[in-house]
């Protein structure tokens, strides 16, 4: 069986119908090729999604694919050639065109594979059912192994045996949870659950990039905390991730951040979400964020990503919602009112997971944080090292620093309301002493 029969229709819309796309497919045509969208664009024109990733299959060699596209001046960049994989790049977006094939060999990570004719044994290779619907240009729909039904169910269901699948790459556990938590429903497919158990040893040997990305596209969706108890619950996180445990964490941070607060500001943030699933010790805040810091070494975090989860698991022990105003000020003026609003959201989450409820009246004390971050205008020292240097306070070097500090100190102990004169004068009178006691 090389051909797959039509299965139904559906309508294009978005990118499907945009002149670029029909450049695309004509090009291929004109070239003696077959292409059709595979995989996601498919799936959310059938639950009709917005469109973004546009995946194309084919039965032209790469080669040649590349050929046909360059020949009516589509540029195309050669992404995975080996893998059969190139990039058209147009006004209206990007096509991730792959030729048909079928895997050689498997070890668990990455595949040998063999280009084909074959749109049936295209099919066989894919991980899920509804990841492995083809559409022709005008809407005829191929389902081979009714993923269609599986989808609109809200079930995430294996091609074949799920072991054979999960045993081809092991990163399909993985995506098996991350496709439960956008598109599923409970219960979660038993035999697709148990496979993943079986075979959570595995993803030891999944590169830390690999699960990151995966972990990160998890935690997106709208609501993984259901998803999250289940990767718990069937051994996966505890085998890869133990310290990732605080699904109730996770479950108020996801109320907050998508439901509760309606603030622009705030929006469904992964690595937020990974902070409110991190279980901290008793042993004070230098231990947590050692802790924090070894985590994202483990999942490879970016510098900047690191920088951002240590702040937030070592920041928000301190925060309490009957913080003073003055106290408030002070760490937005230190750690800026995106750091501080991050700290907000996960000190209120692991408040809210813990018994008992809170209040209103807390909940608001907690909502005048955010709003206090949300209005935060950013403010700066009146004073500079160079208005000390002038003022023959001190000669260049250390003592100016210090001096800047004591004043930054003053000046926050004032709420912000000392201004450049009232600075100097502080400075000069704190020299002036300092002469005194030497005398």
């Known amino acids: 069986m090389t051909a797959l029969e039509p299965t139904g229709r559906l309508q294009p819309y978005g990118i499907m119908v945009a002149d670029d796309t029909a450049r695309v497919f004509d090009a291929i045509a004109q070239h003696g090729g077959q292409a059709r969208y595979v995989g996601g664009i498919v799936r959310d024109a059938l639950l009709k999604r917005d469109l973004h990733d546009v995946d194309i299959a084919c039965d032209l060699k790469p080669e040649e694919t590349v050929i046909a596209l360059e020949k009516v001046g589509i540029r195309v960049v050669p992404t995975g050639l080996k893998h059969g994989t190139i990039t058209a790049i147009t006004d209206a977006g990007s096509y991730e065109i792959t030729t048909l094939r079928v895997d050689v060999e498997t070890n668990g990570r990455h595949a040998e594979v063999a280009f084909t004719d074959s749109w049936f044994a295209d099919a066989k290779r894919r991980d899920f059912t509804f990841n492995a619907i083809y559409c022709d240009p005008d809407g005829t729909v191929y389902d081979p192994f009714d993923g269609e039904t599986d989808l609109r169910e809200g079930r995430v269901r294996f091609i074949g045996v799920a072991e054979n699948r999960i045993a081809e790459d092991y990163l399909r556990i993985l995506r098996f949870f991350r496709f439960q938590a956008w598109f599923g429903r409970p219960p979660i497919d038993p035999v697709g659950a148990e496979a993943c158990r079986k075979g959570a040893q595995g993803l030891l040997d ?40 605080r699904t109730d964490c996770l479950r108020i941070m996801q109320w907050l951040d998508s439901t509760a607060l309606a603030v622009p500001a705030i929006r469904p943030d992964p690595l937020r979400r990974l902070a409110s699933l991190f279980v901290t010790g008793d042993n004070g805040a230098d231990d947590n964020l050692e802790a924090a810091e070894q985590l994202a070494r483990a999942l490879r975090l970016s510098n900047e990503q690191t920088e ?6 070592s920041h928000a022990p ?114 002036k002493a300092g002469e005194q006691e030497t005398q």
Not at 211 to 229: C, H, N, Q
Not at 308 to 313: E, W
């Open 206 to 245: 999944i590169s830390a990039e690999r699960i990151r990305d995966e972990l990160f596209k998890l935690l997106r969706a709208k609501s993984p905390a259901g998803t999250v108890g289940d990767m718990i619950g069937f051994g996966i996180l505890p085998t890869i991730l133990p310290q990732l445990a």
């Open 318 to 431: 301190l925060i309490d919602p009957n913080m003073s105003d003055d106290d408030i000020r002070r760490d937005l003026y230190r750690i800026g009112a995106d750091a501080f609003r991050d700290a907000v959201l996960l000190a209120w989450s692991t408040r809210a997971s813990v018994p008992p409820r809170c209040s209103r009246q807390e909940n608001e004390e907690w909502k005048s944080l955010i709003d206090a971050a949300t209005n935060w205008q950013p403010v700066k020292l009146p004073i500079q090292g160079r208005d000390i240097l002038a003022a023959g306070l001190a000669p260049a070097g250390p003592r100016v620093g210090e001096l800047l500090k004591q004043a930054e100190n003053y000046w926050l102990d004032h709420g912000f309301a000392p201004g450049p004169d009232d600075l100097m004068a502080y400075l000069a009178s704190l020299s």
């Open 308 to 313: 951002r989860f240590a702040a937030m698991v």
